[in-house]
C-alpha cells in the first residue's frame, strides 16, 4: 500500500517508529504545511516536502497524523480535489495479528496491513452484543477504541435486562447512549453529562440528558440525587486529569454497593496536550496508583491509616487496561485465612 504521511510532527514519528503497521506499506512521501520544514530529513530516511508533490506522485491513500484530522482532510479536499475516500487517519491503519482488538476477530491475513474501515462489516467479527450494535446497526455516531468492548462486556454484563442506573460522562453525538440502551434493555436507566446544550435532542425513552461540567462538584452531587444512585460511572469526559481525579472523588463513594466506575482515555495522562506525562504529579494514572494501597489498607501501619483517602475500605478492585482504569466497589470487610488439615 502506497501511502503518502501528511505531517511531520511528533505523532507522525511515533506512527513510524511504533506502528506496526508503518513496516507493512511503502511510504511514498512525507509532507508538510510548514514551508521552512521543507527540505529537512525526518526520522533520518525521509525528507520533509511540499503538499504539492501530491499532485504528482503515485500514491493510494493519504495518512493524516495531525491531531486536528478535519482542518487537513478539508485543505485536501478543497485545494487538491482529493476523494474524501482517499484521506485517513494514520491511526486506521491496521495490522490484525499485532493490533489490540479485544475480543474482536477479523477474517483476513493477520500479518498484512489495512485500513480498519475497509474490514467493518464483512471481515468483523463481533463476540457480544456491544460489538455487534457498533459494527452491524444503524446508529449515531460512536467513537470507541476496539478493545474498550471487551472491558466494558467484562464488567457490564451482569446488568443485562435489569434495572441498571448508568452515567456516561461525554455524550458527544449520542451514539454510545443508543449502545448502552441495546445492550442493558429498556429497564435501564441511561444518564449523559455534556456541557454542550446540544446534546438534549439526543433525550429518548430512558436516555436522559444533564447539561453541565463534570469540573462543577455540585452539579454531579445533583445529577446523582435526582438520577443515581449509579451501578455505573463511566468518565469518557474532557480527559482533564483535574476534572477525572475530582469526578472520581464526587461520585465513587455514591456508587451503588458492587458497583463500577471506568476512566477512559487515560492514555492523556501522559499527554502533553492534556498537561500530562510520563509519572507526571496529579495525572489520573499517578492518582489511580493509591488504589493498590487502597485495596491493601488493612495491612498498613496504625499511624499511616489516616493518610489513605476517605474512601478506601471502599475499593474491592482495580484493573488496569490500556487507556481505560476500572474501580470495582465494594466494601471488602475484613481480610482473614485460616490454616486447616483433615
Not at 504521511?5 to 507493512?24: C, D, H, Q, T, W
Not at 510548514?34 to 500514491?59: L, M
Not at 442506573?165 to 453529562?193: H, N, P
Not at 440528558?209 to 451501578?231: H, M, N, T, Y
Request: charged share 25%; hydrophobic share 35%.
Amino acid at each position: 500500500m502506497k501511502i503518502i504521511v501528511f505531517g511531520a510532527g511528533e505523532n507522525a514519528r511515533r506512527f513510524i517508529r511504533l506502528n506496526p503497521a508503518a513496516e507493512k506499506i511503502q511510504i511514498v512521501g512525507i509532507v508538510d504545511n510548514d514551508s521552512q520544514r521543507w527540505g529537512e530529513k525526518f526520522e533520518e530516511i525521509y525528507t520533509i516536502e511540499s503538499p504539492d508533490v501530491i499532485r504528482s506522485r503515485d500514491w493510494e491513500k493519504i495518512a493524516v497524523t495531525p491531531s486536528f484530522f478535519w482542518v487537513i482532510e478539508q485543505q485536501l479536499m478543497t485545494e487538491y480535489g482529493i476523494e474524501k475516500s482517499k484521506i485517513i487517519r494514520s491511526s486506521d491503519l491496521i495490522v490484525p495479528g499485532r493490533a489490540n482488538l479485544g475480543s474482536i476477530r477479523v477474517s483476513c491475513a493477520d500479518d498484512d496491513c489495512y485500513v480498519a474501515n475497509d474490514l467493518v462489516p464483512d471481515y468483523v467479527i463481533p463476540e457480544n452484543r456491544m460489538e455487534e450494535f457498533y459494527f452491524g446497526s444503524d446508529h449515531r455516531v460512536v467513537s470507541k477504541w476496539w478493545h474498550y468492548f471487551e472491558v466494558y462486556h467484562t464488567f457490564f454484563q451482569k446488568y443485562v435486562g435489569s434495572s441498571v442506573r448508568i452515567l456516561e460522562i461525554g455524550v458527544c453525538k449520542g451514539g454510545s447512549l443508543q449502545m448502552w440502551r441495546d445492550y442493558f434493555g429498556e429497564k435501564a436507566t441511561i444518564v449523559g453529562i455534556d456541557i454542550d446544550a446540544g446534546c438534549k435532542e439526543f433525550e429518548e425513552g430512558n436516555i436522559h440528558i444533564c447539561i453541565g461540567s463534570q469540573a462543577d462538584r455540585d452539579f454531579l452531587l445533583k445529577v446523582s440525587e435526582k438520577w443515581g444512585p449509579f451501578d455505573i460511572v463511566l468518565d469518557d469526559g474532557s480527559h482533564e486529569m483535574s476534572h477525572q481525579i475530582l469526578t472520581f472523588e464526587t461520585l465513587f463513594p455514591l456508587l451503588n454497593e458492587n458497583g463500577v466506575f471506568i476512566c477512559e482515555d487515560c492514555h492523556s495522562s501522559y499527554s502533553s496536550r492534556y498537561n500530562g506525562g510520563y509519572k507526571k504529579k496529579d495525572t489520573f494514572i499517578e492518582y489511580s496508583k493509591n488504589f493498590a494501597d487502597c485495596v491493601n489498607s488493612q495491612f498498613i501501619d496504625w499511624d499511616k491509616m489516616q493518610e489513605l483517602p476517605f474512601y478506601a475500605d471502599y475499593v474491592k478492585a482495580c484493573h488496569y487496561y490500556d487507556s481505560m482504569v476500572v474501580v470495582e466497589k465494594k466494601h471488602r470487610g475484613y481480610s482473614f485465612f485460616t490454616e486447616r488439615e483433615q
